[in-house]
């Protein structure tokens, strides 16, 4: 396994919340646990992490010494949890989405990042997005990037192409394919569908889509 963040600790996980997700998806990143964790550890010190924990389905008899599972450990299942304390107060992320749990690690990292890009670019000023798109104190122009933001991330498991402007046959194909990945009836979760029915009730009002 590539270097574990010092920051970061590693442990079994206790009670999942909820149900587990039937039927998973198989990833598609294509990357190195290495760079996963590199991108993990940038995404929490960004947030300001404090108590930064990762919880694995892995049992206490396979972690080493050092609290770290073992190379050779197997999880029980895939599901993984990822708390903090940040600067925007606890966040929780359980993910179980994907058949092997490094990429559920992987899935939540590279949310984190499509999280801060609204900050990044000057969307919000204090950090509204990490309790859901719809909560954002900003103009409807605003809103309705993040809500396409929130489809596309869904659709592609990975953040909107910078400067992403779809006109409305692309936004309804990227619409089609968040809704079909995330149904529960087809394997996905309950939690990611009602973001992405949100996203899309908002940006029918809106009118586009």
Known sequence: MGAWPDELTVDPVG?????????????????????????????????????????????????????????????????????LDSKHGALSYPCDTFDDWQDNVRAIALALEALRKVDRYGVTRGGEQYRGFLALEVSPAQRIDAALAAIWLAAHDEPTPAGWRPSEPQARHALGRAKRRTHPDAGGNAEAFQRVTEAEKYLREKRVI
């Open 15 to 83: 009670e999942w919340p909820g149900k587990l997700t039937p039927v998973r998806r198989r990833s598609a990143f294509g990357s190195t646990w290495t760079t996963t964790l590199e991108l993990l550890d940038r995404e929490t010190r960004a947030l300001g992490g404090k108590n930064v924990r990762l919880q694995v389905a892995i049992p206490p008899q396979h972690f080493r010494l050092d609290g770290r599972p073992r190379a050779t450990a197997k999880a029980e299942h895939p599901g993984v949890i990822l708390t």
